[in-house]
């Protein structure tokens, strides 16, 4: 960035190479883009000691400035985690292209034909923290897709997320497309988001990764739409009709399988009439796993060293190795609690029931809801979306994991053959 522009004349700039880049992948094929992944992922690898030498400066910095332990770990960049992002660039090639399909071609009473085609949203501005490796995996995404990018990564990654656009750019080279497909903002200013955020002329979706605060800021300062999940507050309910021995395994896994994800469970639900049966096992379990526990005046009558769960436990997405417990009366009442204190991410009930199972499904709001099955799954790719860029809990205009399909939209097409409205 040119010292003597200011932020906003910086990045409308961006703004407006960003749109034109945005007309060149509308019709670009399949192939070219294909060609620019691969390329730089080949790129990734040849330029290893430089992507490590930027990432010394960002370790060295962050260091400096006191960044903790967990924070420095998704800062850091290693080989393996270089050819991780080369390797997923490689993967994003080998899905299937979403632009340009048609569906649901019909004819009509007048003799026309009317279908959908999918086509790319256009500009997609991606707002992130700490871990340079979003900075490949979002470009692909929307290269893939058809969109161009504009990506603001955080200042602590200043100079990795740099490096990297260096070998994505040499990708997009190689394959003949404009460079501008894809935009790192170099300034570390804070007022580049807020401009971001409201360049509606340019920006047609604003995506961001990060904390709470993070993405609160974007949803109040946004006047461009947004796709996000501000939190994930996960259920799991053991129905009275569930096998203990997966209900107990899988509640085990949805909670320790990852502390610090969004979706781990939060808060688990047991039916009074199970309770006495499955929760004595799964304290012994959560214990010596090191995970405080939480629970209502039921849950503590059985496990009788917890602490007592207040009503902003069951509003807290943890993120750490603490689980709030309500026993419950019923299926009803599990489900009113979830409605109550959802955040709308993902919800799971473990049952042999299969009415309770349907009842669940169908009137449980939230953007995955499972049966039988860890909250952990809910993932673009364990999806079979290949890759995710976030997901969302939005109902408009897409909701879940948001992978290559999430970023594109439909237009109506119309064929005929010289046909007038009568």
Known sequence: M??????????????????AASRVLARTPTGPKNAALLAAADALLLAESDLLEANRKDMEAGAEKGLDAALLDRLELNPERIAAMAEGLRQIAALPDPVGEISDMKYRPSGIQVGRMRVPLGVIGIIYESRPNVTADAAALC??????????????????????????HAGLKSAGLPQDCVQV??????????????????VDVIVPRGGKGLIERISAEARVPVIKHLHGICHVYIDDAA????????????????YGVCNAMETLLVHEAIAPDVLPELGRMFTEKGVELRGCEKTREILRDIKAATEEDWDTEYLAPI???????????????????????????????????????AEVDSSSVM?????????????????????????IHVRGPVGLEGLTSQKYVVIGDGHIRN
């Open 2 to 19: 040119d010292a003597n522009v200011d932020v906003k004349t910086y990045m409308h700039q961006l703004g407006r190479q960003a749109r």
């Open 143 to 168: 290269l893939k897709s058809g969109n161009a990018a504009i990506l603001r990564g955080g200042s602590e990654a200043a100079h990795s997320n740099q490096a990297i656009a260096e070998c994505i």
């Open 185 to 202: 903002v170099e300034t570390t200013d804070r007022a580049a988001v807020g401009e971001l955020v409201t360049m509606s002329e340019y």
């Open 243 to 258: 096998d203990r021995d997966k209900a107990i395994a899988v509640a085990f896994n949805a909670k320790t399988h990852r």
């Open 323 to 361: 689980l709030s417990i309500r026993v419950v009366p019923d299926l009803d009442a599990a489900m009113e609690h979830i409605h109550r204190h959802s955040s709308g991410h993902t919800e799971s009930i473990m049952t042999e029931n299969l009415a309770h199972a349907r009842r669940f499904l």
């Open 371 to 395: 049966v039988n099955a860890s909250t952990r799954f809910a993932d673009g790719f364990e999806y079979g979306l290949g890759a995710e860029i976030g997901i969302s809990t939005d109902k």
